[in-house]
């Protein structure tokens, strides 16, 4: 069955019924035409619609789970569905596509970064009053975090406020903890210790000296 309209002329450019609406005709001819052939371009040249058009269709008279075939594959499908003799197309065309599950992506932090942030500088800590007993991949690991987070600053405000409640003044206690982090961790390096210990955002150094108010006079 061919169907044509005036308002587009058949071409040979383009289908006599390009760029209309479907209707209940449209998808009745489509039926009937699948019954005799699933191959694209005969489908779409007896009804005066064009291949992607086809496909498209197709897919709207499967059953909803079996809509996410595509292209020939469910032309193919919608014709083995019809010469079962048991598939209602027209039943199939008033049914909603199925709703598509929530993906839900996690994501895992591992090492420093899967700890509570609350947590983390108190963790730290623990580890680095405990460094002559740590594995030495568990300190590496810390090492790096506290050089490149905001982990080393924390660590060193938690081991300063410490220092200074024992009766420290503010800088001596400053210097314990820099001092103590550099026991630990850096071999007795006080500059890298107080590299670590200074305030992520201001990591600026002068002469191996933090902008912390000290210098190389300072007894670490």
């Given amino acids: 069955m061919t169907i044509t309209t005036d308002a587009h002329p058949a071409s040979p450019l383009r289908p006599a019924r390009h760029g209309l609406p ?23 040249e007896r009804i005066g619609r064009g291949v992607s058009s086809i496909h498209q269709r197709a897919r709207m008279l499967l059953p909803p789970h079996e809509r996410h075939l595509a292209g020939q594959l469910a032309l193919s499908r919608l014709g083995d569905l019809l010469d079962s003799g048991e598939h209602d197309w027209r039943k199939a065309l008033l049914q909603p596509d199925p709703v598509r599950p929530v993906e839900v992506v996690e994501h895992h932090h591992h090492g420093w970064e899967g700890l509570a942030a609350t947590h983390r500088a108190h963790v730290a800590y623990a580890v680095v009053d405990a460094a002559d007993r740590m594995p030495a991949d568990v300190l590496d690991e810390l ?14 405000q938690l081991r300063s406020s410490r220092a200074h409640e024992e009766g420290l003044d503010e800088d001596g ?38 902008h912390h108010g000290w210098s190389d006079d300072h007894p670490w």
């Fill in 22 to 44: 479907w209707d209940m005709a449209d998808f009745e001819a489509l039926a009937e035409a699948v019954v005799d052939s699933t191959v694209a371009v005969h489908v779409a």
């Fill in 143 to 156: 090492r790096e975090a506290l050089e490149t987070t905001s982990l080393g600053f924390e660590v060193a």
């Fill in 173 to 210: 206690a400053w210097r314990n903890a820099v001092s103590w982090l550099s026991r630990a961790l850096f071999d007795g390096d006080r500059e890298r210790a107080g590299r670590m210990a200074a305030p992520p955002h201001s990591r600026a150094w002068h002469g191996g000296a933090a």
